[in-house]
């Protein structure tokens, strides 16, 4: 066999060789039925399933501290996947349950108040209250709503009265500061005249729009 015709021969194995050994460097893909290629584009005709006959994860992802373990290329929503967390956010701190604050039993006094502590953040507020005047009638209750320590809202005007009950309702977006709360506060104009409620005849719905969590109150 002469030279020329050795070299042909070989000339093939010793390029595959070559290309082994860098990895297909150039344009390098696995296809269907081919093991993955770690750092190429990896390529399939059909889906690939990762199962594992053991107890645990059947993929693990590490990135560094600051990078993201996975990266996808489609918004559309992946069936049954659950996650720990959306956004850093707790799926908790995702369910639209309102802060409810009711009084539940009866107050007499010249002024009266009611105050409940929420976390920071800002908050849809409905308000509904039902104040009645004890004494020297003819003067209409002095009512404020704030978000503590944070100047009181205009002043509440009753949006009814019947008789001696003065109606009072407000819907507001309240942004409460670190360690602040809601409170709502009536007094009575005249230092001849009091104030009540009943059970059930004030409510505060504090329900928060930036990320909300379940609690109900009570206030005595």
Not at 36 to 57: E, H
Not at 173 to 179: D, E, F, K, N, R
Not at 189 to 198: A, M, R
């Amino acid at each position: 066999m002469s030279r020329q015709s050795r070299l042909r021969r070989t000339l093939p194995w010793v390029l595959v060789a070559l290309l082994l050994a860098l990895g297909y460097e150039s344009a390098t893909f696995a296809a269907t039925g081919d093991s993955l290629v770690l750092g190429r584009i990896n390529q399939a005709g059909a889906a690939t399933t990762v199962q594992r006959t053991t107890p645990g994860p059947a993929l693990v992802l590490k990135s560094t501290p600051k990078s993201a373990p996975l990266k996808v290329t489609s918004n559309v929503r992946v069936a049954r996947l659950n996650a720990d967390r959306v956004d850093g956010l707790e799926g908790s701190a995702l369910q639209h349950r309102p802060w409810v604050l009711t009084n539940a039993e009866t107050r007499q006094n010249l002024s009266l108040g009611w105050s409940v502590q929420v976390p920071a953040g800002t908050y849809q507020v409905d308000l509904t209250a039902s104040v009645l005047t004890v004494g020297e009638q003819g003067y209409t209750p002095i009512c404020t709503f704030q978000s503590a320590p944070s100047a009181p809202l205009p002043l509440l005007y009753p949006l009814g009265q019947a008789g001696t009950r003065f109606d009072f309702q407000a819907m507001e977006v309240l942004t409460v500061a670190p360690g602040g709360s809601l409170k709502l506060s009536c007094t009575a104009s005249n230092t001849e005249t009091s104030l009540s409620v009943t059970p059930g005849n004030v409510s505060i719905v504090a329900t928060r729009i930036d990320a909300v969590r379940a609690k109900n109150l009570t206030v005595q």
